[in-house]
């Protein structure tokens, strides 16, 4: 079982759907949650949870476990709360968050990477966690999807740089549809950012210019 720290918990039974029912790789980095307030960028849906038609948003099953305070931002607005861009200093707009979620929404984020990272640090209290999906690098997954997929390297040096710690680091799905997943947790209040070596986040050169979350 994952250590437990002061905060976390694990969801109760609720009678609505369970948009992660059928992504246990994800369960595998999202639990123990934290806190009671999320910030997620991108409005991150399931389209095929078995037995359920429609869209499922992450959202309505955060809420209906015990979240307080759930903020989604993203280009796209079909299912966010904001249409905003995640480079800019969103921390000034929103405040701190005991969890700050990115399911394969970060790498459509065209320049400026630096600017998502600083709002991935300071828009998470400390004590609280980052939790990470991206396209696994290199080349030979999801070949035309995203445009910036970190590296494992990166995560770590994020974490090193900034005053947090990588609970847990992994690759998961077939391929072509490998993901990286980290959730890290952010234990000292360091007011000031340091981007890592930009050299760390993989460029997909084939990829279509498009700033969704899809």
Same mark, same amino acid.
């Not at 399931?46 to 429609?54: E, S």
């Not at 828009?123 to 609280?128: A, L, R």
């Not at 005053?163 to 690759?171: F, L, P, S, T, Y």
């Given at each position: 079982?994952?250590?437990?720290?002061?905060? $976390?918990?694990?969801?109760?039974?609720? +009678?609505?759907?369970?948009? /992660?029912?059928?992504?246990?790789? !994800?369960?595998?980095?999202? *639990?123990?949650?934290?806190?009671?307030?999320?910030?997620?960028?991108?409005?991150?849906?399931?389209?095929?949870?078995?037995?359920?038609?429609?869209?499922?948003?992450?959202?309505?099953?955060?809420?209906?476990?015990?979240?307080?305070?759930?903020?989604?931002? $993203?280009?796209?607005?079909?299912?966010? +709360?904001?249409?905003?861009? /995640?480079?800019?200093?969103?921390? !000034?707009?929103?405040?701190? *968050?005991?969890?700050?979620?990115?399911?394969?929404?970060?790498?459509?984020?065209?320049?400026?990477?630096?600017?998502?990272?600083?709002?991935?640090?300071?828009?998470?209290?400390?004590?609280?966690?980052?939790?990470?999906?991206?396209?696994?690098?290199?080349?030979?997954?999801?070949?035309?999807?995203?445009?910036?997929?970190?590296?494992?390297?990166?995560?770590?040096?994020?974490?090193?740089?900034?005053?947090?710690?990588?609970?847990?680091?992994?690759?998961?799905?077939?391929?072509?549809?490998?993901?990286?997943?980290?959730?890290?947790?952010?234990?000292?209040?360091?007011?000031?950012?340091?981007?890592?070596?930009?050299?760390?986040?993989?460029?997909?050169?084939?990829?279509?210019?498009?700033?969704?979350?899809?």
């Amino acid at each position: 079982m994952t250590e437990l720290y002061e905060g $976390d918990w694990y969801p109760p039974e609720v +009678d609505i759907p369970n948009p /992660l029912e059928s992504r246990q790789d !994800e369960v595998a980095y999202y *639990f123990p949650l934290h806190g009671d307030s999320m910030f997620e960028a991108g409005g991150k849906v399931n389209r095929k949870l078995p037995g359920h038609a429609g869209d499922i948003t992450y959202k309505s099953y955060f809420l209906a476990i015990g979240f307080k305070h759930h903020v989604s931002v $993203d280009f796209d607005d079909r299912w966010a +709360d904001y249409t905003d861009d /995640l480079r800019k200093p969103l921390w !000034e707009k929103f405040g701190q *968050f005991d969890m700050f979620t990115n399911m394969g929404t970060s790498e459509h984020i065209e320049g400026n990477q630096a600017g998502y990272w600083e709002n991935v640090h300071r828009m998470t209290k400390v004590g609280g966690l980052y939790i990470h999906l991206t396209p696994n690098p290199g080349g030979k997954d999801w070949p035309v999807h995203g445009i910036h997929y970190p590296t494992e390297e990166f995560l770590h040096q994020f974490a090193k740089l900034n005053g947090w710690v990588v609970e847990k680091i992994g690759i998961d799905r077939p391929q072509p549809h490998r993901n990286l997943y980290g959730r890290l947790r952010k234990i000292d209040d360091r007011q000031e950012f340091v981007m890592p070596d930009e050299k760390l986040i993989w460029f997909n050169a084939r990829a279509a210019r498009r700033p969704l979350n899809r």
